[in-house]
């Protein structure tokens, strides 16, 4: 079981990375109005306004 | 007297708000204070003396972080919340594997040193949780410890957090004893997550009953002949606007071009669509459901009718009814009861069992199993709730106890007879005087002299279909009198019989139109107004509620007669003031609870004497209205819905309540007799809190007119 000495480290970095990205998705508002792009159909095309 | 409007974002629970209640109850000049913990809103009635900003220092002062309303920044809030939750939630899956292997380990055996390294992977995954994710707890606790005051719900949180930390910190550094890391983070992880849940759900009752954040933030205006954009903030009086076809009306205004069709739900919760011709007033939030047109504004944006509304909606929302005072203060004695019963158990398995284990694990369950969150929210989550559906229905609350009030109604005045009948008129019969001019000819005539009018009598004319036409010349419109006109070389008239007829007639109804040839009568048309199609249905809704309506009038005793015969209401007719207030008066001796629908503005002292007051009202009066209900279209089903929605109100209420108190009841004994693990005390005070703002935001969804299947089995 001497592997979990080196195994354990390398989850802790693991999590670490994944926490990190988790981190940068909420801070570019990745997780925004999950919902809104559903209704972009329904917006007008931006440009077309007279 | 200034009102401020003030959001407090950490403001999570009763004894937050009682604590901001004593705080501004220091400041001079504070004349009354509502809080709504749900929505977090503080509401300060107050003199000039000071202003919003003594207000917020206040606050802020007393350990919150105080907002201007509206300015409140729920997604910044969210976003911290996502990133302390989603670190929490990573760090609580590490953990929990340590702990399995850990508890595996205890049963089965395990090499001291393995068991070592999994404690301290343990300790480190728990380090960010107790750093970063928990840090809103600390922070929040140690400010309320700070004042003293009131303890806020975080302080047996954080409590509960830090001893947990503490002992297995102590333990994995000593090597020896129990570790609780895996109770440290899900408790976290539950609690944010119960958070995050929370004001998400605020946020929905805030997005539904805000009307202003659903209007167009840009309007299309006409200036020296080029249409530009502009924002709806910078709109003024007189301004030309282009409303497109299925866009939302900016701003109040009257209508420049020929005809509209609009969609005004928002404004009057009443879906079919209102046809308006050039010159009728259109109001902000209403939906084009025509062809694009041209509007002049009246007013400036923040002056328009919806404005008002919004403003009365968020008084009513945040005056909190007694009820909610009456949990306050339940929960203001709740917290140290907590303390003091942690403290207990913790002592008396010390001395029972003499295993400190057992007994800080049975403390530690106490902590955070016995939170008031669920109890101090059954009341506002309900009431806000049911407000903001009222609201989607055309009913404004303008007090929060009205709801309770309602329930005990079971009279009702009706004054305002257009509730009742339709302002459409419409032609019961035709008696033709002359043989050359038979009844489809009079009305042909009729309908094209009557096209020139504006009166109400005219529109029921223009929806009789006409065989024949006539060209007319030299029309002329006489106020109160009717048209003339010349149908080649012969002068007609339509109007009363002194207009058409150029008599005296005494005996002739007031609901009869006369058409004459050269002065000699062609046709009398009898008028009457029509019972409105859901004035019945509404009757029939409130008589099942055991509600009696009862018609008053000031108009004459036959027309009352027949039109309350036909509804089968009782009715009351020629009534002054005086006597309305006399019948309401008599009706309370007798112990019945009366709501008077009136008029808004002009019955103030009999809407006054009534237990329940209810106005229809119109556009700029809404402000002015001393009424405890405002409807906000001339119909009598909102008020069948006000009723329906009280009583759904109340029976969610309870079960929020009886819930909450049986929760309480039953985990606090569990707790302290160590029958219940930590994490399941966390799961159980986190999902209370959850359901009971769920079971409110079931009345968001209580159909108009006929009750839900939900509600229709809850008011049985």
């Given at each position: 079981m001497e592997v979990l000495i080196v195994l354990i480290p390398v989850s802790m970095i693991l999590v670490g990375i994944g926490a990190a990205l988790f981190i940068w998705a909420v801070n570019n508002n990745?997780?925004?109005?999950?919902?809104?792009h559903g209704f972009d159909i329904f917006e007008e095309d931006s440009g077309d306004q007279s | 007297m200034t009102i401020s409007t003030i959001s407090v974002s950490d403001m999570h629970c009763a004894a937050c708000a009682s604590k901001i209640r004593s705080a501004l109850a220091g400041l001079q000049d504070v004349r009354a204070t509502h809080i709504n913990p749900v929505r977090r809103q503080v509401l300060v009635e107050h003199g000039d003396a000071i202003g919003t900003l003594d207000i917020l220092s206040t606050i802020e002062s007393a350990g919150f972080t105080p907002t201007l309303a509206g300015l409140d920044d729920h997604d910044a809030r969210q976003r911290s919340l996502l990133k302390r939750l989603g670190v929490a939630g990573l760090a609580m899956m590490q953990v929990m594997m340590a702990a399995v292997a850990l508890y595996a380990g205890h049963f089965e055996g395990m090499e001291a040193a393995y068991t070592r390294l999994l404690q301290y992977t343990s300790l480190v995954f728990t380090i960010p949780v107790i750093c970063y994710s928990a840090m809103p707890f600390f922070t929040s606790a140690l400010g309320s410890m700070r004042r003293g005051t009131a303890l806020s719900m975080d302080v047996p949180v954080a409590l509960a957090i830090a001893i947990a930390f503490a002992t297995s910190l102590y333990h994995t550094l000593t090597g020896t004893g129990e570790v609780y890391y895996d109770s440290v983070v899900m408790f976290t992880f539950l609690l944010l997550g119960a958070r995050y849940i929370g004001n998400r759900l605020q946020h929905r009752f805030d997005m539904t009953s805000h009307?202003?954040?659903?209007?167009?933030?840009t309007a299309t205006v006409e200036r020296q002949e080029n249409r530009i954009s502009v924002p709806v903030s910078a709109l003024v009086a007189g301004d030309m606007i282009w409303v497109s076809e299925g866009?939302?009306?900016?701003v109040d205004g009257e209508l420049d071009t020929q005809t509209a069709a609009l969609d005004e739900a928002l404004l009057t919760g009443e879906s079919d669509w209102v046809h308006k011709t050039a010159h009728d007033s259109i109001f902000a939030g209403t939906l084009n459901r025509g062809a694009a047109f041209r509007m002049r504004a009246s007013r400036a944006f923040d002056q328009s009718r919806i404005a008002d509304i919004a403003q009365l909606a968020d008084q009513a929302a945040v005056k909190d009814a007694p009820i909610t005072r009456l949990t306050d203060r339940v929960a203001g004695v709740f917290i140290p009861a907590v303390l003091g019963l942690a403290a207990f158990t913790f002592l008396a398995w010390q001395i029972l069992s003499a295993s400190p284990e057992r007994a800080l694990v049975a403390a530690l369950t106490v902590l955070v199993v016995s939170c008031p969150c669920a109890l101090s929210l059954a009341t506002p989550a309900a009431l806000t709730a049911a407000m903001t559906r009222l609201r989607q229905l055309g009913v404004v609350l303008t007090r929060g106890d009205a709801l309770e009030r309602a329930l005990q109604v079971d009279r009702i005045y009706v004054d305002k007879t257009g509730t009742l009948t339709d302002d459409r008129p419409r032609i019961t019969s035709v008696t033709c005087f002359?043989?050359?001019?038979?009844e489809a000819d009079c009305l042909g005539l009729a309908a094209a002299l009557q096209r020139y009018s504006s009166h109400p009598y005219a529109r029921a004319f223009q929806a009789v279909a006409t065989v024949r036409t006539f060209e007319l010349t030299n029309v002329t419109t006489v106020t109160g009198g009717g048209v003339a006109g010349s149908l080649s070389a012969h002068q007609v008239r339509i109007g009363s019989a002194a207009f058409a007829l150029d008599a005296d007639t005494e005996d002739a109804a007031d609901q009869a139109v006369f058409l004459s040839l050269d002065g000699a009568p062609l046709a009398r048309f009898d008028m009457t107004n029509r019972i409105r199609p859901d004035a019945a249905a509404a009757v029939d809704a409130l008589k099942q509620r055991g509600i009696e309506p009862v018609m008053l009038s000031g108009d004459s005793t036959e027309r009352c007669a027949e039109t309350a015969r036909d509804l089968g209401i009782g009715f009351l007719a020629r009534q002054t003031p005086e006597a309305k207030l006399a019948a309401i008066r008599a009706d309370q001796a007798a112990g019945r609870t009366v709501l008077m629908l009136g008029d808004g503005i002009n019955d103030v002292p009999v809407l006054a004497g009534a237990d329940l007051s209810a106005a229809v009202v119109e556009a700029s009066e809404l402000v002015k209205s001393k009424a405890d209900v405002l409807l906000l279209s001339r119909r009598l089903a909102p008020l069948v819905d006000l009723f329906r929605v009280a009583a759904a109100t109340r029976h969610i209420t309870h079960q929020n309540l009886i819930w909450a108190a049986l929760y309480n009841l039953t985990a606090i004994p569990v707790a302290a007799l160590g029958l219940m693990p930590p994490w399941l005390a966390a799961l159980g005070m986190a999902s209370s809190s959850i359901l009971v703002m769920l079971n409110a935001t079931r009345?968001?969804?209580?159909?108009?007119g006929t009750a839900p299947d939900g509600v229709a089995e809850m008011e049985a």
């Open positions: 990745q997780f925004e109005q999950l919902d809104k | 009307l202003l954040s659903a209007l167009p933030r866009a939302q009306v900016p002359e043989p050359a001019w038979p009345l968001l969804a209580a159909a108009p």
